[in-house]
């Protein structure tokens, strides 16, 4: 799992760079707004309970799921600021964003942590879908291609750490599943809010047409989400663990279109020395 730091340049990219698609485009828009502040809250949630891990080899994870999630943060803000320069209202939603956080850290810290494990698994899922299907990143403009491809790397890397300190420190299965079913209708209905508000906002998205085409991208054919169910229900498995399923071959594809390979390896080479 090795901690990168990947520049990325969107000078060349078009404002709607999925398909050329604004409500697509702005459904991504949307998840990016919630990254690097949900992101830094993961880290929070899991550095947490840091001190109470004894397993050196879930310690020594955990030290690069922090790392790993604060890069993140920092490429999708940077991302969010190229998004706003084409008039794009991402203030409104880093807002709200901001204010659903601020409400969250009234949950307690094992509360914070699933939430975190919930959010963890949806990024899991998604990350696979974009590693496993290769025609749904070729609709993504090439540079884009590299952001979202790098951030499903890693998320299938460390998709299981949160996961294994929440078993470690509590292991509670109804608060998992509990904590997942209000996350999803949280996170669904916030995603689905701040996509409106960006489509809203743009007076050259093509309301209700691209909705419309969106909506059926997402739900009828190919149906990126609907086909995401069965992997979404795995969660609620009481004995459901991240690995459960394993991307492994579309992982090392994906790293190596990336030119990862090599770099993962002297990581590897690197850590076995010290
Ligand atoms: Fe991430
Ligand atoms: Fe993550």
Not at 17 to 37: I, V, Y
Not at 91 to 102: C, E, G, M, P, T
Request: proline share 6%; charged share 25%; hydrophobic share 45%.
């Amino acid at each position: 799992m090795p901690v990168r730091k990947p520049s990325f340049s969107y000078a060349e990219e078009r404002p709607y760079w999925l398909k050329g698609e604004p409500s697509l485009t702005h459904l991504l828009h949307a998840l990016s707004a919630a990254f690097p502040d949900g992101e830094r809250m993961f880290v929070e949630s899991v550095a947490h309970y840091r001190k109470e891990i004894r397993d050196p080899a879930l310690r020594k994870e955990i030290a690069r799921f922090l790392a790993q999630e604060e890069s993140h943060a920092k490429a999708h803000e940077e991302f969010n600021a190229w998004i706003a320069s084409h008039g794009f209202d991402m203030a409104a939603l880093d807002a709200s964003v901001k204010a659903r956080i601020a409400l969250g850290k009234k949950v307690p810290p094992i509360g914070r942590l699933a939430v975190t494990c919930a959010l963890e698994h949806f990024t899991a899922i998604m990350a696979e879908q974009l590693l496993t299907e290769p025609e749904l990143i070729a609709d993504f403009d090439p540079n884009m291609a590299r952001l979202w491809l790098w951030h499903a790397v890693e998320e299938t890397e460390h998709k299981a750490v949160a996961f294994d300190v929440y078993q470690t420190v509590s292991g509670n299965y109804p608060r998992r599943v509990f904590v997942m079913a209000l996350v999803t209708f949280r996170f669904m209905t916030h995603v689905a809010w701040m996509k409106r508000h960006l489509m809203k906002t743009d007076p050259n998205a093509g309301g209700l047409l691209s909705n419309l085409r969106g909506a059926w991208t997402m739900w009828g054919k190919p149906g990126w989400f609907r086909r995401l169910v069965p992997a979404y229900l795995d969660y609620f498995r009481r004995d459901f663990h991240p690995w459960d399923r394993d991307p492994s071959e579309a992982l090392a594809r994906a790293r190596e279109r990336l030119g990862y390979d090599r770099e993962g390896a002297d990581a590897a080479r690197a850590e076995e020395a010290a």
